[in-house]
Nanobody
Framework: QLQLVESGGGLVQAGGSLRLSCAAS????????MAWYRQAPGKQRELVAV??????KYADSVKGRFTISRDIAKNTVYLQMNSLKPEDTAVYYC?????????WGQGTQVTVSS
């Protein structure tokens, strides 16, 4: 069982930045992929960014503003969020995949004020 703990959320003004962290309870080296999702009130959970051993992918809505990265030594994945917009307001969740298993964190709230 892999546990994921997100941190780094908070309240920020539009145009500001935040860095989210997702700390795993075990090694992330052997994972197939790790990702950040978000869910805004009244909306479905959506993929924001995903990182695997050889690639990163982003939702169109965050390309050029968000960067996903990982530190294998620290078993941590990050999401650097720049030029934040009010529509980025959501609970952000970390997800890890080790086929056939999927693990989720509890989420961290990000609120962007206009």
């Amino acid at each position: 069982q892999l546990q994921l703990v997100e941190s780094g959320g908070g309240l920020v003004q539009a145009g500001g930045s935040l860095r989210l962290s997702c700390a795993a309870s075990g090694s992330i080296f052997s994972l197939n992929a790790m990702a950040w999702y978000r869910q805004a009130p009244g909306k479905q959970r959506e993929l924001v960014a995903v990182i695997s051993a050889d690639s990163t992918k982003y939702a169109d809505s965050v390309k050029g503003r968000f960067t996903i990265s990982r530190d294998i030594a620290k078993n941590t994945v990050y999401l650097q969020m720049n030029s934040l917009k009010p529509e980025d307001t959501a609970v952000y969740y970390c997800r890890a995949e080790r086929v056939p298993f999927t693990y989720w964190g509890q989420g961290t709230q990000v609120t962007v004020s206009s």
